[in-house]
């Protein structure tokens, strides 16, 4: 499965790529390299710290590169008045009697710790394309879903915060 992001995504991801290739890489290898002076490596835990590092960056640059390579390009084609991607909206959870803030996201932004919930999502996929006033019914499995309200639908609000997904 292709992974749905947007321009803005991929030029982050980009960002991402070229600072951990100039700065992390760098400093990882000066790093390895002050390490590996200390002498014996089989004992040498900086020397062990240093390469796991190293590493860790490496594998984040070919996942990032990866992502790009494979990703579905996706434009956001709702209107002002319906749910798209990076819009804040306030749903009513008709089960829980609670009303509770999300923020749509692509996959890669996705964190459900802080309420950024992907398009991918059972209740991003509900809920996207929806106005205010609507009730939806979230699927989440063939034996279990929930219905919900949408209450508001923020489009203000700027996707600059967000970080993507990673370490």
């Not at 062990?48 to 390579?69: D, F, Q, S």
């Not at 749509?104 to 996207?128: C, H, Q, W, Y």
């Amino acid at each position: 499965m292709k992974d749905k992001l947007t321009r803005e995504d991929i030029k982050k991801m980009e960002e991402e790529i070229e600072y951990r290739k100039v700065v992390v890489r760098k400093e990882a290898l000066e790093d390895v390299k002050e390490a590996r002076a200390h002498g014996d490596l089989s004992e040498n835990f900086e020397y062990h710290a240093a390469k796991k590092v190293k590493n860790k960056n490496e594998g984040r640059i070919r996942y990032l590169e990866r992502m790009i390579r494979t990703a579905e390009i996706i434009e956001d084609e709702t209107s002002e008045d319906e749910v798209g991607i990076n819009n804040l909206i306030q749903v009513y959870m008709e089960d829980d009697d609670e009303t509770e803030t999300y923020k749509i996201v692509t996959t890669m932004r996705n964190d459900p710790t802080k309420n950024r919930i992907s398009i991918e999502s059972p209740l991003g996929k509900a809920v996207l394309g929806h106005k205010v006033g609507d009730r939806v019914y979230v699927e989440v499995n063939a034996n279990y879903g929930y219905y919900l309200v949408i209450k508001s639908i923020d489009t203000t609000n700027s996707d600059e915060d967000d970080e993507l997904s990673g370490y």
